[in-house]
């Protein structure tokens, strides 16, 4: 248990910012799922192409953030992967 009165602010905003990065991880995993399963579905190519647009703005959403949720070399290999599946996609 904290002690100090800055200690305890300090657990209060600790939790605020994992609630924000558990959401921020949560949000580009989905967005990679959906990609995922609208081209093993064969969906259409608007359909696809607007995914990875989706995917593409949440992958960049948790690279920018000051913790990096994801680091910027793993989140340019994301979507070099999910632009190459992309393209079997007619």
Known sequence: MANTKSAKKAIRSGN???VIN???STKYKKASKA???????????TKVTELLAIAYKQI???????????SRNKAARLK????????TVS
Do not use: E, F, G
């Open 60 to 70: 960049d959403k948790a690279a920018k953030k000051s913790v990096n949720i994801i």
């Open 35 to 45: 990609l995922h399963k609208a081209i093993i579905a064969k969906d259409s190519k």
């Open 16 to 18: 605020r910012k994992a």
């Open 22 to 24: 558990t959401t921020t």
């Open 80 to 87: 070099s992967y999910l632009a190459l599946k992309t393209q």
